[in-house]
């Protein structure tokens, strides 16, 4: 959970990755955002062909949104503020907020019209859904103070209508206090150390925490809602970083059966450190049962209206008006993924929309400004990151071989030298020449086009062998 005392304050997220930048940075790939992933081990890479690139897909710029915080029909910040300012016994000003006054329920008729608005501009990204929200009552059983077709009907519209659009991922399981996994109820003690937001993973294993990440999943698994990802609240898995990596890729295979799980538990707002995702924990890449695990990084401050509805940043801070400044224009500019970042609770504010507002603004500019972008899901930007860094290349002459993990959309190479004539796919038996097109931006899964003295090719990649022919 995040906060802010005044508009200067890091928000949590923030202040907990700053605090281990030191720490991380020397660690493998280099980067403060990978540094920090890199905690956890990258595990097999396979190596890689000189002269041959895997690009961003279809040489776009990956862009997303994720959002934190949100649930089900309960307000997830009135609930949660008395028991965050219960731990301090009152004693930290920013959880002594007047609670009351804000409703207790997030309409599924803004749901429905955020989701709407999201459709037709074409974002994408990750959506949390806090299976117990802050102990109210569970998704897949009731909630207390609706009904359980209003519940039913809450769930049927983001199992139908959000999740083509959106990852779902469990942000732990109440968000607030830890649930004893033997009893299904909080810990009697009210600390920091049973508190999912604060100390909780300090010290535990990766089985242990990937007993309660499997608990989390199965409530969304039982209430009939998909998720192949983890949200952490706050400093969950901070202090246990490649417990909390493993613990990901137990949990979501042990569930859901997840090919490629991801997690996101870190905001990077500013600074050059990278924002790529990191592929962690890989192995078993040529065998017929891969593993790995994301880690999918945001690079933004929640500037919509924050998690208690306090001190909006404003559309500026993610780009200007005149599209030259901003935090999401540095991360486009370098060309990686720039995931956004806001909390449910502030896009909603209280009824008065503030946040959601402030988001309609920053994508009216993103489009106005750049025509590069590839709205993304998280489980997406995984995946591709996945098959970048797990495909093995091999070049013979003028033909790449590709050994594939993983298959992946909208797979991207870039071969330094010109090709005259149309590469061919071969997958098997099957040979398939690509479609030429004029520029970069205008590929598609099964076309190529000429950048300069380089060839630029897109397909879909198949899981398994296959490989692309270059022809003088």
Known sequence: MKHRLNTRELTRRDFLARSLKTAAGAAVLGGAGAGLAQVAPSGERPPRAEGVTVIN??????????IDDSTCLVNLNRFAMPQFNEVYLGAKEVYRRNWR???????????RAFNDWAVGAGVRGKFSIVPFPA??????????????GELAASLKLVREEMAPHWDLTPEMVTHTRVIDLKTGHPYPEITPKFMENWEWTTGKSADEIGAYLAYALQILKDAGLPA??????GGFGKKARPQMAQATLQACRSVFGTEIPHYFTDLFSEGNQSVAPVVQNASGLDGPDPRCVVYVPGCTGDWTAGWDCTNPGGADKFITADGKGGRMVEVIQRGEPALMFGHWTGIYFNGYEIGFKILQEVVKRLHATFDNLLWMKNSEVARYWAAKELTRLERAGNTVKLHAPYACPDFTLRLAARSPKPP???TGADAKPLTEVTAPLKLTPGTWCRDGDATLACFALAKGASQLEFQN
Do not use: A, K, M, N
């Open 57 to 66: 897909p279809r040489s776009r710029v990956p862009v997303g949104l994720i």
């Open 101 to 111: 006054e804000w409703p207790v329920e997030i309409p599924d008729r803004f749901l």
């Open 135 to 148: 102990c109210v009552g569970r998704l897949d059983r009731e909630l207390p103070g609706w009904t359980r």
């Open 228 to 233: 192949d990802g983890i949200t952490t609240p």
């Open 424 to 426: 061919v796919l071969r």
